[in-house]
């Protein structure tokens, strides 16, 4: 685990989205009772690509600790981040994920509800079982928990922007920071700490991973009007649909650009293809490609903080990696 | 707050609840998003008589321990509680509790998911500022964790009991020990090792917690069929239109009382003032008054790993008030 030499990023990635699969299946095996266990499994044993818990091994050591040690604390933000995926789909009445039903499709919304509460205390106890000193696993379990906080925040003005007559950009910015920013900010911050990071060293990599959190969400809204499902796992121009007040729509609106079927919960393929080109040629689309890149330009000179190691250049490269990904 | 002697439980309690409440206000004030706060406060600032976390510090105190120093702990059950009614309302579609309507009849179901969330993740951060050593608030965190798996676990079975044709006793006494009982022994166990009690000594006031906790509950199953709905601040015989397996309809069915309204959703006032009455009639809630008694005894006898102290005596007082409630 500490030789980083000779692979790809993508192959890197792959090695530790194995680990964190392997460990997943280990440290939370269906128990009973079993639905509920089945239930709050569902997405985990759907892939995805553990950005976010790859990211705290990497960060962990870019810092000089073995990453294997950090294993469970890795655990622990794949489990928040699908406990977010299963309560953010009730809340959206999405019924399609990783091309997979939702939860609350398969177990309705108690099930739902009740599936990601489990993971959320699990990630809890995940946390807690790493092996580093007390005060260490502490600040992490208190950092985890005010993250959680941020995106409970997060998610509600995401909401309270549907209702909203108008959003701007800078609410749009804070918003995104805090459903999806902060807790790629805690992933590395995490990793970091636990593995023996002096407070500054700490923090540059938080706003590492804030940042180029922030900039994998502007990607992922791309991603949204560009991929079709079969790629994606969901709805092409599903954020259109729904109403949200993306970087992109903010951007067009502010142009006078007219969206018929924002917000109207269907279209017909036409429609679709009508509003998502009328989204490119009034160039709201490459407006956010360049927001996009400015913030992970901003994370990745957060990394100033590293001596150089190939744990940083592997960062670096996941940065890029962040806005360039396909789905 | 060192001196117990003089005043009767309920003053004791009250003194208790009202350090509490004072907690609560500063620790989680109105912030933005406003009304995410305001929704996770609604029923926290509706009164409630804080016995969990009175309980935490009680359980402090008879370990010698300065009870002031153990309030945010405290603060943190009452979230986690509070966190969990949010939730089970919005799973048992109830729309009164303490007397207001729930908190997904004001803010809608993706609105009481996140208040709930928040409560959830604040309770964490509220414990992790313990002034206590590092390495037993982290066993505290690791203890509070656990309880919340668990707490989802025995709800994940309650709403199984409603579906299935039949539970035993032995089914719902190992739900309501997870739903109620460990969040009882979490309080007493998490109160004891902040404040510096040995292993066993936390380990009998977990048993302590639990075993009264449970009794609770079977006392709650009972409340929730003699106290009218304004005393209560929920409907009269709610469980049985419900449809709820607890220990007094599993006793009657067995005995072969019909219940014509059970799980009905609705009836007439008529109806369940008949349906009470026959449950009255064939023993069964008497039944379940001496059961809860049983587990209050055995509770009280797990305390004979403390000391005599007027905290011990508060304790033992404590474990008959949670039978004897009136509400």
Redesign the interface.
């Known amino acids: 685990m500490k030789t980083l030499e000779g692979g790809d990023l993508e192959a890197e990635l792959r090695r530790r989205a194995d680990l964190i699969s392997k460990a997943i299946d280990e440290l939370l095996p269906v128990s009973?009772?079993e639905?509920?266990y089945d239930a709050a499994r569902h997405l985990l044993g759907a892939g995805g690509k553990r950005l976010r818990p790859s990211l705290l091994l990497i960060a962990g050591e870019s810092v000089g600790c073995d990453a294997a040690r950090l294993v469970p604390a890795a655990v622990a933000i794949e489990l928040v981040h699908n406990f977010t995926l299963i309560?953010d789909d009730?809340?959206d009445n999405a019924s399609l994920r990783r091309g997979k039903p939702a939860v609350h499709v398969i177990w309705g919304?108690?099930?739902a509800?009740?599936a990601?509460?489990?993971l959320?205390?699990?990630?809890?106890?995940m946390l807690?079982m790493v092996d580093a000193p007390?005060?260490r696993?502490?600040a992490a379990?208190?950092m985890?928990?005010?993250?959680?906080?941020s995106i409970?925040?997060g998610?509600?003005?995401d909401?309270?922007f549907e209702r909203a007559e108008s959003v701007t950009e800078k609410e749009y910015l804070e918003m995104i920071e805090k459903k999806t920013g902060v807790l790629y900010g805690a992933s590395a911050w995490i990793g970091a700490t636990l593995g023996g990071a002096p407070p500054e060293v700490a923090g540059g990599l938080e706003e590492f991973g804030r940042l180029t959190g922030m900039g994998f969400q502007i990607h992922d809204d791309i991603l949204d009007l560009t991929v079709p499902e079969d790629v994606l796992g969901k709805r092409l121009g599903g954020d259109i649909l729904e109403g949200k007040k993306t970087m992109i729509i903010i951007d067009a609106l502010s142009k006078g650009v007219k969206l018929e079927i924002f917000g109207k919960g269907q279209a017909s393929q036409e429609q679709l293809r009508e509003a998502i080109s009328a989204l490119r040629r009034c160039g709201s689309i490459d407006y956010a490609r360049r927001r996009a890149e400015e913030f992970v330009g901003r994370g990745k000179r957060a990394l100033d903080v590293l001596d150089d190691s190939p744990a940083k250049k592997l960062l670096l490269e996941l940065a890029d990696y962040m806005i360039r990904r396909g789905y």
């Open positions: 009973r009772p639905g509920l309560h009730i809340m919304t108690s099930g509800i009740l990601g509460d489990t959320y205390s699990k990630a809890f106890e807690s007390p005060e696993v502490l379990m208190d985890l928990a005010r993250t959680c906080t409970c925040e998610q509600w003005q909401l309270e």
